[in-house]
């Protein structure tokens, strides 16, 4: 059976610490996140009670798999992030389920890493950034990461 993507009326006002523009596709503009991902989100925000600064939201599949070299992000093939084709739609992934936070130094870092590991995001470590996912939402382990 194909996986149809709908696209979804985003309310953004339930989610006021966070835009649009910064969390789109930074390719193609596409807005499609997993049900109960940008609440969750804006819970982390909310607790962790500092900003947050998106350096990486949804992505469409043809941006996420280009490479670096060729202005894509060069992305794990089975990334959280892609929206329009999620890797996990045998899970039910209807969206995008990953974001990456820009960390400005070591212990912020390490603040924001203890708020969304308690509340129950799985964590990667990334040079300047936190990757920041809800892999629970359909079925799979928290976890924690480098690259
Ligand atoms: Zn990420």
Redesign the pocket.
Known sequence: MPNYIVPVFIDWSLYPSFTPAELACRDSGLLQFHPGFLASLQSLRDAFGRPMVPT?GCRSRAYNDRPRAQGGVGGHPR?L?VADDPVHADKGQLGCL???IRTPDAAWRGDLFACAWRMGWSV?WGRGFL?L?RRDFIGLAKTSFDY
């Open positions: 990486s990334s992030h990953a974001v990456d990667g990757h996912d």
